[in-house]
């Protein structure tokens, strides 16, 4: 029970998001404190190139993309530690790694209710034309 209390905590959170002015950094950096202080699991972000704005759009879909990539991080994967990379420039990409226990991306994209955030995830994504791949030390 006290499992879907702090799930439907973090969804209130999340449709609570709002963009901030200028770069995108800035909104990835209070996703990672927020996540540090709820889980208590470090999060470190990893930035290089030219800061270029995204769109807010743009910026809208990934901040929830990450939220969701480390919402897995929280309920599934057992991590110590989360990185975020944020390399910018034209074409940014975003990259989260950590030292969890990994899983099989080829079963979670079965569609199962159990992968809704993958699919979602995967939906969110194209909405702006990016790719999403996942990959695990586990596959």
Request: charged content about 25%.
């Amino acid at each position: 029970m006290q499992k879907s209390y702090a799930d439907v905590r973090e969804l209130l959170v999340h449709f609570r998001t709002r963009l901030t002015e200028g770069d995108v950094e800035h909104g990835i950096r209070t996703l990672l404190a927020k996540f540090e202080h709820q889980t208590r699991i470090p999060a470190v972000l990893h930035t290089s190139g030219a800061t270029v704005p995204l769109a807010p759009d743009d910026q809208l879909q990934v901040m929830h993309i990450l939220q969701e990539a480390l919402s897995n991080v929280r309920k599934h994967s057992g991590a110590r530690r989360v990185d975020v990379d944020l390399s910018r420039g034209p074409g940014h990409t975003f990259t989260v790694r950590d030292d969890g226990c990994g899983f099989d991306p080829g079963a979670a994209s079965g569609g199962t209710s159990d992968h809704v955030g993958l699919r979602i995830m995967q939906e969110r994504a194209a909405r702006i034309g990016a790719t999403l791949s996942v990959r695990s030390s586990k596959a």
